[in-house]
C-alpha cells in the first residue's frame, strides 16, 4: 500500500460511453498526476496539479478531462474514447517541491 | 531531448544469482534518478531514488548507482529471489522540469528469477 487509492481497477467500456476514473491519496500531499501506460511504451504523463490547480496538460485529447476538487482527490472523466485510449491509467502524488512520486494501483482501461 | 534507454529489455537468471539493470539517459542536467519497481497489471512502487549530487544509494539487497557526467545508472540486486521478478524501471527528472516534476521514463527491464 502506498497510500494512493484508484477505483476502479478495471474498467471496459464502449466509444459513447462515460466513465470517470477516481484517485485518492492518503499522504498529506498537494501534487497530484495522470499518466498513461501502454504497451511498449514509456509512461507518458497526462496532467499536473499543483495545490488544486492544473500546472500540466501534455497535449490530451479533450475526450479526457481531468478534476481536482482538492488536494486529495483526482479525477479523469472519459467520454467518447477510442479503442487505442486502451491502457493502464497510473495516478501519482508527490509532496510540491518534493522529489519522490507514489502511484496507485492504476486502472486498467478497455475501450470496445 | 532528454531520452532514456533501458538494457537489457528482457533479462531471466536463475535464483540467487547477482545482476545488474542498466538505465542511459541523453541529457546530464538532471535533479535526481529513480528506480521503480512494477508487478504485472499493478502500480509502480519506487524503489530508490538518487539525487545529483549522490552516487549511490542502498536499500536492503538494492543498490542504485549514478554517474551523471557518463549518463548512466545502474540498479545493482544482490543474491536473486524469485519475488524479484517484476518490471524495473528508471525514470530521471531533468532540470527545466520545475516544480511540476516531469519525469521521464525507460521502457523497463522486465525480470525473470527462476527457482
Known amino acids: 500500500e502506498t497510500g494512493v487509492t484508484q477505483t476502479p481497477r478495471h474498467l471496459v467500456m464502449g466509444m459513447t460511453n462515460k466513465k470517470s476514473l477516481k484517485c485518492e491519496q492518503h499522504?498529506?500531499?498537494?501534487?497530484m498526476y495522470w499518466y498513461k501506460q501502454s504497451a511498449k511504451k514509456p509512461l507518458e504523463l497526462m496532467f499536473v496539479?499543483?495545490?488544486?490547480?492544473?500546472?500540466e496538460n501534455n497535449s490530451v485529447p479533450s475526450r479526457f478531462s481531468p478534476e481536482c476538487p482538492n488536494s486529495s482527490h483526482l479525477f479523469l472523466h472519459l467520454h467518447t474514447l477510442q479503442p487505442e485510449d486502451s491502457a493502464l491509467y497510473l495516478c501519482?502524488?508527490?509532496?510540491?517541491?518534493?522529489?519522490?512520486?507514489?502511484f496507485g494501483p492504476g486502472t486498467r482501461l478497455t475501450v470496445l | 531531448k532528454q531520452e532514456v534507454t533501458q538494457i537489457p529489455a528482457a533479462l531471466s537468471v536463475p535464483e540467487g544469482e547477482n545482476l545488474v539493470l542498466n538505465c542511459s539517459f541523453t541529457?546530464?542536467?538532471?535533479?535526481?534518478l529513480q528506480w521503480f519497481r512494477q508487478d504485472p497489471g499493478k502500480g509502480l512502487t519506487s524503489l530508490l531514488l538518487?539525487?545529483?549530487s549522490q552516487r549511490e544509494q542502498t536499500s536492503g539487497r538494492l543498490n542504485a548507482s549514478l554517474d551523471k557526467s557518463s549518463g548512466r545508472s545502474t540498479l545493482y540486486i544482490a543474491a536473486s529471489q524469485p519475488g524479484d521478478s517484476a518490471t524495473y524501471l528508471c525514470?530521471?527528472?531533468?532540470?527545466?522540469?520545475?516544480?511540476?516534476?516531469?519525469?521521464?521514463w525507460g521502457l523497463g527491464t522486465s525480470l525473470a528469477v527462476n527457482p
Open positions: 541529457d546530464s542536467a538532471i535533479y535526481n
Open positions: 525514470a530521471v527528472n531533468p532540470v527545466g522540469a520545475g516544480n511540476n516534476r516531469k519525469l521521464i
Open positions: 499522504l498529506g500531499h498537494n501534487a
Open positions: 501519482a502524488s508527490s509532496q510540491e517541491g518534493g522529489n519522490e512520486q507514489f
Open positions: 538518487i539525487q545529483s
Open positions: 496539479y499543483n495545490f488544486k490547480e492544473q500546472t
